[in-house]
T-cell receptor, first 111, second 107 residues
């Protein structure tokens, strides 16, 4: 059983560009959450998707948007990239009231 | 006030030491509580869930005090392999993480 998979693992983008990150949840999980983790900090909650809708959202600007597909996989889109968006982006999947499992993350560098 | 606050650390302890981490949370409606472990440049992994009655898993003991909105993790007989960052996690509709406390266990 594959766990949570994210792609790509590493990415370099230029300021002002747009990026799309992808996540496939663990089998049997229907909820996907995205986190941003800056160096030396804990993961910061971006948003959560359930039944193809954004269910919860953290304190992130509208430049951060997402989508969940019928097969529960998800995308995170970031527009108008800033240098400060450089971070490790983590995807976590879960089912109702169960622990969350994380993917290995996508390390985004904005130059 | 941050949603989840942890001891800032870092903690540097010798092998065999006992070390305790503390965490407080602000949302009294929180329902689930966890400790995750994160190794350098890796994803967080569940260490243990935390229950009101307290729970133990080998050398690790977790406690929850809902009245004080406080969670703790105790590691006994520290091993070199315990060196990592420990993340306190509180969940209501989604999981919120503390900033993490870095532990280094030295020979």
């Amino acid at each position: 059983d594959a766990g949570v998979t994210q792609s790509p693992t590493h990415l370099i983008k230029t300021r002002g560009q747009q990026v799309t990150l992808r996540c496939s949840p663990k089998s049997g999980h229907d909820t996907v959450s995205w986190y941003q983790q800056a160096l030396g900090q804990g993961p910061q909650f971006i948003f959560q998707y359930y039944e193809e809708e954004e269910r919860q959202r953290g304190n992130f600007p509208d430049r951060f948007s997402g989508h969940q597909f019928p097969n529960y996989s998800s995308e995170l889109n970031v527009n108008a990239l800033l240098l400060g968006d450089s971070a490790l982006y983590l995807c976590a999947s879960s089912a109702m009231n169960t622990e969350a499992f994380f993917g290995q993350g996508t390390r985004l560098t904005v130059v | 006030r941050k949603e989840v606050e942890q001891d800032p650390g870092p903690f540097n302890v010798p092998e065999g030491a006992t070390v305790a981490f503390n965490c407080t949370y602000s949302n009294s409606a929180s329902q689930s509580f966890f400790w995750y472990r994160q190794d350098c440049r890796k994803e967080p992994k569940l260490l243990m869930s935390v229950y009101s009655s307290g729970n133990e898993d080998g050398r690790f003991t977790a406690q929850l005090n809902r009245a004080s909105q406080y969670i703790s993790l105790l590691i006994r007989d520290s091993k070199l392999s315990d060196s990592a960052t420990y993340l306190c996690v509180v969940s209501y509709l989604d999981m919120r993480f503390g900033a993490g406390t870095r532990l280094t266990v030295k020979p």
